[in-house]
C-alpha cells in the first residue's frame, strides 16, 4: 500500500496540499437573493468542494441544503425522484412506462400523519424547507438565471418540482432484504434440494431452512420479482440511445441482483478513550454501496441555533446519515435483519383466498404521463399484505410482496433525523427504537468518552416460520407485528475498549440474547472484513486517527487465508500450478495493486473455485441458478470435506484461473499483478448520449486499487473485466471532541458537474487512500475556505 501511496503524492500534493495549509490564493466571494430564505446566510465552500451553510434558523439550514444539493447535483436528485416516484416517462419517453408502473408498487401509501409522527418532532421543518430550497433553484434553472445541467440538455427534459411528501414516500432507494433470496432459495430446494441451496447460500446462526407447509417450491416463477428488480434497479438510459435496457427478469437478473447487493455492506467501529493515543473516543465509517459518479453521498455542515451537524449523506436527504452533532459521533452499516416476504396465493380472478373465504384484491389505477405521446393508464393490485408483483391468471396464482417499506416512518436513511440534536447514549437508544430502514449497525461516541452499538430497524415478528422461503398467503403466515423498543440488541461501552461491525452476523447468543427465538435475519455477510478490523483493533493499544485511516483502506484479507489454509499441503506435477502454489503459501494475504498472489487468489476463488464447488457439490439442474457460486459458502463447503474430495477440485480451478490469467496478463507470472486487473473506472449512465469528447469529460480514471469484497477496503469488481462495481462512496474518521482533526473523503467528488473542478478532485485521494481534513468550527473552516456565498431573501 505504501508504494501505491507515493506513487501519487505530487498528484495529492497538487491537489490537496497539506492538511492544515493555509490556502495561497484568494477566496471567491459572491452575493445573490433567493426567494424562499427567510433571513440572511452564509455558504462556505471549503477546497474540497464541501459547503458549510450558516443559517440564523434551522429551517434556513435546511432549505439552503436543499438549494445548495440541487447547485451540485441537480441531474442526479431529480433523477432520483422520478425513478422513485414512476415519472421517468414524463420526461424520457414511452420505453419508460413499464418501469414507472412498476416504481409505483412500491411508494408508500398509508397515512401521512402518521408518517411525519415516526420521524424527530422537527423532521417535518426539514423536508417542508429542504424541498423548498430545491425547488427555488429549479425555479432558477427554468428562469434561465442558472444554467440548465449538461444531462438534462442530452436528455431533451427539464428538472421537476418537488413536493415534500416525496423524499419521504420513496421508499425504494434503501437497502431492505430478503425477498430476492426466498425466490433463490425456493427454486435452488425445487432443483436440488436444500443441501444445494447451502452451496448458494451461508446460513449465520447455522440454520437448515424448513420448507413452509402448503408451498410448492417449484411454483414459484423465474420472472415473480420482475417488477420488483425493475421498480427499484437504476435507471438506464441506453433506450434513449437505440439500445436495451439489461433484462430484468429471470434467473440471471435474480443472481446478478443478489451479487450487486450482496457486495454493498459496510464498516465502522468505535474505540474507548482508554485505546487511544489522545485519551478520546475514535468513530470511523465508511459505507459501501456502488461507487460511480456522481457519488452516491454528499458530505455537508449545516450551523444554525438549535443545530450543527456535519457528515455525509443522501444528496437528495435533509440532513446527514453519519457524522457528528459537536456533543457526539454516529455511524451505520447494514445489519441483515428480514425485513421482506413473498406470499403465494391462490387466486380466482382478482380475489385471493384467505382464511377460508376469497377477499378481493385492492384495484388502484393511476396515469403516466408521457413525454411525446398520450399518457398511459395502469391499475396497480394489492392484497392485504402488499403489491402483488405477478399475476397468473390461468394457473390460479398470484404473488405479493410484504415488506416494512408498507409501514410509517420507513423512509431511508431518515431515521437518522432523531440523531442531529442526540447527545447522551438515552438519546441514542430512543433514536435506535424509532429507526426503520435499511436496518443497520448504529455505533456512537460521546465527548465525554461513552461508546456503544445498537442494532436499528424495524423488525417483523414471524411466530411461525423462519422467513427464508415464500409462504402461502392464505392467513396461515403473519407477521405479529413488530419486536418492542429495546428489543434488539446493544452494547454500551465494550470491555474489550472498541466495538466493530462489517455486515457481518453478530447478535449475540443465548443466554445474552434471545437470537434463536427472535430469528432476525440469517443471511450476513462473509465476516472477511470483521475479522481483519477486529484482528487490527485488539492489537492497536493505543489507536490513533491515521491507523483508522489505514483500516479503511487495509487490503488484507482473511478469506484469502481461509484458501490458504486449503492449498497448504498441496503440491502440483504441473510446473505453473507449482509455481502459483508457491506464490500462494509464501503470500501475507496482501491485496496490493503490485501483488501477483492477489491476482491469482482473486481470479480463483471468485471465479473458478466457487463454480467448481457448484458443479462438484449440486445436482446440474441447480448450476444455472447458483450460477458462479460465491466464495464463501465454496470455502466452507471445502473446509467439511475430506481431502480425496476436495484436492482435486482445488488443483482443477487453480489450473482454470491461471490459463484465464494467461489470457488477460501474458505467459509470465513474474509480470501478473492486481492492479493490471483491478481498476476503477466511473462512467455516468447518461455518457451513452454524449458524444466522445464529452463522454470522456464525464468519466473518470481508469487507476489501478488494490483490496477486494475480501477486504477491509472492500472493493468489489464484476467477473468480466474486473473493474470495480462497489466500495466505500465516502470515508470518515472523527476525532470525537477534537472535531476539527477529523477526516473524511469522497468520491469521485462532491459536484455532479463534469465540468467542475469538484467533480473528480476527491478521486485521486480516494484510490490512494488519502484524505482531507473535515472541520468543524467557524475559524477552522474559513481557513480552508475556497469560496463564500452570501445570500439573502428575495
Known amino acids: 500500500m505504501r508504494g501505491r501511496i507515493m506513487g501519487w503524492a505530487a498528484l495529492l500534493a497538487a491537489l490537496a496540499g497539506p492538511a492544515g495549509a493555509e490556502l495561497t490564493s484568494a477566496v471567491?466571494?459572491?452575493?445573490?437573493?433567493?426567494?424562499?430564505?427567510?433571513?440572511?446566510?452564509?455558504?462556505?465552500?471549503?477546497?474540497?468542494?464541501?459547503?458549510?451553510?450558516?443559517?440564523?434558523?434551522?429551517?434556513?439550514?435546511?432549505?439552503?441544503?436543499?438549494?445548495?444539493?440541487?447547485?451540485?447535483?441537480?441531474?442526479?436528485?431529480?433523477?432520483?425522484?422520478?425513478?422513485?416516484?414512476?415519472?421517468?416517462?414524463?420526461?424520457?419517453?414511452?420505453?419508460?412506462?413499464?418501469?414507472?408502473?412498476?416504481?409505483?408498487?412500491?411508494?408508500?401509501?398509508?397515512?401521512m400523519a402518521a408518517e411525519w409522527a415516526a420521524y424527530d418532532p422537527v423532521g417535518r421543518e426539514a423536508v417542508e424547507a429542504f424541498a423548498a430550497g430545491v425547488n427555488a433553484f429549479v425555479a432558477e434553472v427554468n428562469?434561465?438565471?442558472?444554467?440548465?445541467?449538461?444531462?438534462?440538455?442530452?436528455?431533451?427534459?427539464?428538472?421537476?418540482?418537488?413536493?415534500?411528501?416525496?423524499?419521504?414516500?420513496?421508499?425504494?432507494?434503501?437497502?431492505?432484504?430478503?425477498?430476492?433470496?426466498?425466490?433463490?432459495?425456493?427454486?435452488?430446494?425445487?432443483?436440488?434440494?436444500?443441501?444445494?441451496?447451502?452451496?448458494?447460500?451461508?446460513?449465520?446462526?447455522?440454520?437448515?431452512?424448513?420448507?413452509?407447509?402448503?408451498?410448492?417450491?417449484?411454483?414459484?416463477?423465474?420472472?415473480?420479482?420482475?417488477?420488483?428488480?425493475?421498480?427499484?434497479?437504476?435507471?438506464?438510459?441506453?433506450?434513449?440511445?437505440?439500445?436495451?435496457?439489461?433484462?430484468?427478469?429471470?434467473?440471471?437478473?435474480l443472481a446478478r441482483h443478489i451479487e450487486a447487493t450482496s457486495a454493498e455492506g459496510s464498516n465502522n467501529w468505535v474505540i474507548a478513550p482508554s485505546r487511544t493515543a489522545t485519551g478520546r473516543p475514535i468513530l470511523a465509517n465508511d459505507p459501501h454501496r456502488p461507487v460511480g459518479v456522481p457519488s452516491l453521498r454528499y458530505i455537508a455542515h449545516l450551523d444554525a441555533p438549535g443545530l450543527s451537524i456535519i457528515g455525509a449523506g443522501e444528496p437528495a436527504l435533509p440532513g446527514v446519515s453519519l457524522g457528528h452533532n459537536g456533543q457526539a459521533a454516529f455511524g451505520l452499516t447494514i445489519f441483515y435483519i428480514d425485513q421482506e416476504d413473498l406470499y403465494v396465493y391462490e387466486t380466482r380472478g382478482d380475489a385471493y383466498r384467505y382464511r377460508g373465504g376469497w377477499e378481493p384484491m385492492r384495484v388502484v389505477r393511476e396515469t403516466i404521463p408521457v413525454k411525446g405521446e398520450a399518457p398511459r393508464e395502469v391499475e396497480l393490485r394489492f392484497t392485504r399484505h402488499g403489491p402483488v408483483l405477478k399475476q397468473d391468471v390461468d394457473k390460479g396464482r398470484a404473488f405479493a410482496l410484504?415488506?416494512?417499506?408498507?409501514?410509517?416512518?420507513?423512509?431511508?436513511?431518515?431515521?437518522?433525523?432523531?440523531?442531529?440534536?442526540?447527545?447522551?447514549?438515552?438519546?441514542?437508544?430512543?433514536?435506535?427504537?424509532?429507526?426503520?430502514?435499511?436496518?443497520?449497525?448504529?455505533?456512537?461516541a460521546e465527548a465525554g468518552g461513552g461508546i456503544g452499538w445498537s442494532a436499528a430497524g424495524r423488525t417483523p415478528v414471524r411466530p411461525n416460520w423462519d422467513g427464508l422461503m415464500p409462504v402461502p398467503g392464505d392467513g396461515r403466515y403473519e407477521w405479529n407485528g413488530f419486536l418492542a423498543d429495546g428489543g434488539l440488541p446493544a452494547v454500551r461501552n465494550p470491555a474489550e475498549g472498541f466495538f466493530a461491525t462489517a455486515n457481518e452476523m453478530n447478535v449475540p447468543a443465548e443466554p445474552a440474547y434471545p437470537r434463536a427465538a427472535r430469528k432476525l435475519g440469517f443471511e450476513w455477510a462473509d465476516?472477511?472484513?470483521?475479522?481483519?478490523?477486529?484482528?487490527?483493533?485488539?492489537?492497536?493499544?493505543?489507536?490513533t486517527l491515521a491507523d483508522s485511516m489505514a483500516l479503511q483502506t487495509d487490503d488484507v484479507s482473511a478469506q484469502a487465508r481461509r484458501g490458504q489454509a486449503l492449498l497448504a499441503p498441496l503440491a502440483s506435477d504441473n510446473p505453473e500450478v507449482g509455481r502459483a502454489l508457491a506464490l500462494l503459501k509464501a503470500w501475507d494475504a496482501r491485496e496490493g495493486v503490485e501483488s501477483a498472489p492477489a491476482a491469482i487468489y482473486e481470479t480463483w476463488a471468485v471465479k473458478h473455485l466457487a463454480r467448481a464447488v457448484v458443479r462438484a457439490a449440486t445436482p446440474e439442474a441447480a448450476h444455472g441458478l447458483i450460477g458462479a457460486g460465491a466464495p464463501d459458502p465454496a470455502l466452507l463447503w471445502l473446509e467439511r470435506q475430506p481431502r480425496k474430495v476436495r484436492d482435486p477440485i482445488l488443483l482443477a480451478s487453480l489450473r482454470a484461473a491461471l490459463d484465464e490469467l494467461k489470457g488477460?496478463?501474458?505467459?509470465?507470472?513474474?509480470?501478473?499483478?492486481?492492479?493490471?486487473?483491478?481498476?476503477?473506472?466511473?462512467?455516468?449512465?447518461?455518457?451513452?448520449?454524449?458524444?466522445?469528447?464529452?463522454?470522456?469529460?464525464?468519466?473518470?480514471?481508469?487507476?489501478?486499487?488494490?483490496g477486494s469484497a475480501s477486504t477491509?477496503?472492500?472493493?468489489?469488481?464484476?467477473?468480466?473485466?474486473?473493474?470495480?462495481?462497489?466500495?466505500?462512496?465516502?470515508?470518515?474518521?472523527?476525532?470525537?471532541?477534537?472535531?476539527?482533526?477529523?477526516?473524511?473523503?469522497?468520491?469521485?467528488?462532491?459536484?455532479?458537474?463534469?465540468?467542475?473542478?469538484?467533480?473528480?478532485d476527491l478521486f485521486p485521494l480516494w484510490a490512494a487512500g488519502s484524505y482531507f481534513p473535515l472541520r468543524f468550527t467557524r475559524e477552522a473552516v474559513e481557513r480552508e475556505t475556497e469560496s463564500v456565498l452570501t445570500l439573502t431573501p428575495r
Open 28 to 111: 471567491r466571494r459572491e452575493a445573490q437573493p433567493v426567494a424562499g430564505l427567510q433571513q440572511p446566510a452564509e455558504i462556505l465552500v471549503d477546497r474540497w468542494g464541501v459547503p458549510h451553510i450558516y443559517a440564523k434558523s434551522a429551517r434556513d439550514a435546511f432549505f439552503l441544503q436543499g438549494w445548495n444539493a440541487a447547485r451540485d447535483r441537480l441531474w442526479q436528485i431529480d433523477l432520483w425522484r422520478k425513478r422513485g416516484l414512476g415519472r421517468l416517462s414524463a420526461s424520457l419517453g414511452p420505453a419508460y412506462v413499464e418501469q414507472d408502473r412498476a416504481a409505483r408498487l412500491f411508494l408508500y401509501r398509508g397515512d
Open 143 to 253: 428562469a434561465g438565471t442558472k444554467p440548465l445541467p449538461v444531462e438534462f440538455r442530452l436528455t431533451d427534459s427539464r428538472p421537476e418540482a418537488w413536493a415534500p411528501e416525496d423524499i419521504l414516500r420513496i421508499r425504494s432507494h434503501a437497502l431492505v432484504s430478503n425477498v430476492a433470496s426466498e425466490v433463490a432459495r425456493a427454486r435452488t430446494v425445487c432443483a436440488g434440494g436444500l443441501a444445494a441451496d447451502a452451496v448458494r447460500r451461508r446460513l449465520e446462526p447455522e440454520h437448515t431452512p424448513q420448507v413452509p407447509r402448503g408451498l410448492d417450491p417449484c411454483e414459484i416463477p423465474a420472472d415473480v420479482l420482475k417488477d420488483y428488480l425493475l421498480g427499484t434497479g437504476p435507471v438506464s438510459l441506453a433506450p434513449l440511445a437505440g439500445g436495451k435496457a439489461a433484462p430484468g427478469s429471470g434467473d440471471l437478473a
Open 402 to 444: 410484504r415488506t416494512i417499506w408498507n409501514e410509517p416512518g420507513l423512509a431511508g436513511y431518515y431515521g437518522s433525523s432523531r440523531l442531529w440534536r442526540a447527545k447522551t447514549w438515552s438519546d441514542f437508544q430512543a433514536a435506535r427504537d424509532r429507526w426503520g430502514a435499511p436496518p443497520l449497525n448504529l455505533v456512537w
Open 527 to 543: 465476516r472477511t472484513r470483521a475479522t481483519r478490523i477486529q484482528d487490527v483493533l485488539a492489537a492497536t493499544p493505543k489507536a
Open 664 to 706: 488477460r496478463l501474458g505467459p509470465n507470472m513474474a509480470t501478473w499483478s492486481w492492479g493490471r486487473l483491478h481498476q476503477a473506472r466511473f462512467e455516468p449512465a447518461v455518457a451513452v448520449l454524449a458524444d466522445p469528447q464529452l463522454a470522456e469529460q464525464m468519466s473518470i480514471g481508469p487507476v489501478q486499487v488494490g
Open 712 to 760: 477491509p477496503r472492500a472493493a468489489s469488481w464484476r467477473a468480466g473485466d474486473f473493474r470495480q462495481t462497489a466500495g466505500a462512496s465516502v470515508r470518515v474518521v472523527v476525532d470525537v471532541g477534537a472535531w476539527d482533526n477529523s477526516m473524511a473523503v469522497n468520491t469521485p467528488g462532491q459536484s455532479g458537474d463534469p465540468f467542475s473542478p469538484h467533480y473528480r
